[in-house]
């Protein structure tokens, strides 16, 4: 497909969703697309943008521009979760705990949502020398180590570590851990491995192992140099690392050998 793919996610039933840039998500089973959900709401406003399920299985959507959605299995359709401000605009969901998924907003800062109660409650992250109420959060992960990455839109990338000592920042800002160019950052992925994928905004993907080696990957098409943008990274049951573009489709990589197939 040559279509913008705004996120993808396997659920804990093996089906493949996958939202598109005309605002539609697709239900897939084996290659086979089983219902199409959203095929009326206005694309350039409220397109889907990320996909997650909690620790109860339930599976959640968020929007640009909408909020965030729940889907009911009973009626096989997606409900809104109710708050303050229905515009919300939601670049990433992140299942942080049993508890709590935590949402990265484009303007709003991070927001937390309780699964049990379905409230939207401010994040509780204090940071003395960053403010983070209107910050453009872009991407959310929790690494082996219980440490919290939040990455930024043209600000960079953040570390809140799991132990009390002070946050480390990799970017172009510091020179010892500046490994990741100079490109908007656009999601965060950390494989089984240990390793850490960075998609930029017309820079490809930078993976970086736990020893600090980098490894870039520019461009996924063989016949061209031509930049990409990495919208969404994802790392199915056979350890294969699935890769979501603007205007150039999916694409699945070796996560070993890096291999790419589209």
């Not at 997606?78 to 515009?87: G, Q």
């Not at 109660?117 to 109420?133: A, D, H, R, W």
């Not at 490109?183 to 993976?207: C, M, P, Q, R």
Request: with cysteine.
């Amino acid at each position: 497909t040559n279509k913008s793919i705004g996120d993808f996610y396997e659920d804990n039933e093996k089906n493949l969703w996958i939202s598109l840039e005309n605002g539609e998500l697709l239900k897939t089973k084996e290659f086979k697309i089983t219902k199409r959900y959203f095929t009326y709401i206005d694309n350039t406003l409220y397109s889907i943008s990320t996909i997650c399920e909690d620790s109860n299985l339930n599976l959640y959507v968020g929007t640009l521009g909408r909020g965030i959605f729940i889907y009911n299995k009973t009626s096989d359709s997606f409900e809104s979760i109710e708050y303050s401000n229905p515009n919300l605009s939601v670049m990433t969901l992140y299942p942080y705990d049993k508890n709590n998924i935590y949402i990265g907003t484009d303007g709003y800062g991070l927001k937390i949502l309780n699964i049990q109660t379905k409230k939207i409650i401010e994040g509780n992250i204090k940071v003395p020398t960053f403010y983070l109420g209107n910050s453009r959060v872009h991407s959310i992960l929790k690494d082996h180590g219980g440490n919290l990455w939040i990455a930024f839109f043209q600000k960079g990338l953040m570390m809140v570590p799991y132990s009390e000592n002070k946050f480390k920042y990799i970017g172009p800002r510091s020179n010892r851990l500046n490994l990741i160019g100079t490109k908007s950052i656009s999601s965060l992925f950390h494989d089984k491995a240990g390793k850490l994928w960075v998609g930029t905004e017309n820079d490809g993907i930078y993976i970086l192992s736990n020893d600090k080696r980098v490894k870039h990957i520019k461009s996924f098409e063989s016949k061209s140099n031509l930049p990409t943008t990495v919208i969404s990274t994802f790392q199915d049951s056979n350890k294969d690392i699935w890769i979501g573009t603007v205007m150039t489709g999916i694409y699945k990589m070796n996560s070993k050998t890096y291999a790419v197939d589209q």
